[in-house]
C-alpha cells in the first residue's frame, strides 16, 4: 500500500512537529503548514490524503479552511482530523458538519490521535473492499443510493452529503429494518471507540434527515427507536 500523505495545520510549531515526528514513525509522509493560506498552496502543490486541521488559526480560521477544501473536487471526498483547545458542544457539532471525519480536544495523547487516523483510514479500506459485494443501487420510494458512484438522489435531485453521511446512510439502508444503537453505529462507521460521545450519531442523523427527508421533523427514512437508536425504514413497501 502506497504512503500517506497528511498535511498537519496548527499554529503552534511545537504541535507541528509533535505530530509530524510521530506520524512519520507510523510510516506516513507528513506536510505541515502553520496558517490556512499556508495550508492552501500545500494542499493545491501535493496529493493529500488527510487533513489535522487545528480550528483557531491565524486569520483564516480551520472552519472556513475546510469549507474552502471541501468545494474543491480535488478534496471533496479525503477525511480531515480537527484539533481544538476549545470543548464547546456548537465547535464540535459543527466540525462534524463541516463534514470533519473527527474532532480531537487539546491537551490530547499522541497515542489518542494516531489511533484515530488509523480508524478513518481504515474505515476508508474497508468501505472500498466492500464495494464489490454491495448492491450497485438501494431504492426506496423517492430516495435512490448509488454505491458506485458515491451519489444519493431524492426525487431525481442529487443530494450532497459529506463521506460520513453517505456511509451512515449506506449503511442503515442495506440493513432495513434493523435497529443499531449508537455505540453499535460508532464501532461499525469510525471504527472504534469513540469515548462515549454518541452525540456524534445524532449530529449526523440530523443533517441527514435535512437532506433526505421532506419533513426532517417527521422522517419517514431513518427512524429513532426510543430506547433503542435508529433504523432505516422503506415507506415505498408501507403504501
Known amino acids: ?47 493529500i490524503d488527510m487533513f489535522i486541521v487545528d480550528i483557531m488559526l491565524p486569520g483564516m480560521d480551520g472552519f472556513e479552511l475546510v469549507r474552502n477544501l471541501r468545494s474543491s473536487e480535488k478534496y471533496r471526498q479525503v477525511p480531515v482530523i480537527f484539533l481544538s483547545a476549545r470543548s464547546e458542544e456548537f465547535d464540535k457539532v459543527l466540525g462534524l458538519e463541516l463534514g470533519a471525519d473527527d474532532y480531537i480536544t487539546k491537551p490530547f495523547s499522541v497515542r489518542e490521535v494516531l489511533a484515530r487516523i488509523r480508524a478513518v483510514f481504515r474505515r476508508i479500506q474497508q468501505s472500498i473492499q466492500a464495494k464489490e459485494e454491495r448492491p450497485k443501487k438501494i431504492t426506496a420510494r423517492d430516495l435512490e443510493i448509488d454505491t458506485e458512484k458515491y451519489e444519493v438522489r431524492v426525487r431525481g435531485k442529487l443530494v450532497s452529503l459529506t463521506p460520513l453521511e453517505f456511509e451512515l446512510l449506506r449503511f442503515l439502508a442495506e440493513n432495513e429494518g434493523k435497529v443499531f444503537s449508537r455505540d453499535v453505529l460508532l464501532d461499525k462507521l469510525w471504527g472504534y471507540d469513540y469515548y462515549g460521545d454518541t452525540r456524534t450519531v445524532d449530529v449526523h442523523i440530523r443533517r441527514l434527515r435535512t437532506k433526505i427527508e421532506e419533513d426532517p421533523s417527521n422522517p419517514k427514512y431513518i427512524m429513532t427507536v426510543r430506547g433503542k437508536g435508529y433504523k432505516f425504514r422503506d415507506p415505498g413497501k408501507e403504501d
Open 1 to 47: 500500500m502506497a504512503k500517506k500523505n497528511i498535511l498537519v495545520i496548527d499554529d503552534e510549531p511545537s504541535i507541528v512537529e509533535l505530530l509530524a515526528f510521530n506520524l512519520k514513525k507510523e510510516g506516513y509522509d507528513v506536510f505541515k503548514a502553520y496558517d490556512a493560506e499556508e495550508a492552501l498552496r500545500v494542499s493545491e502543490d501535493n496529493e
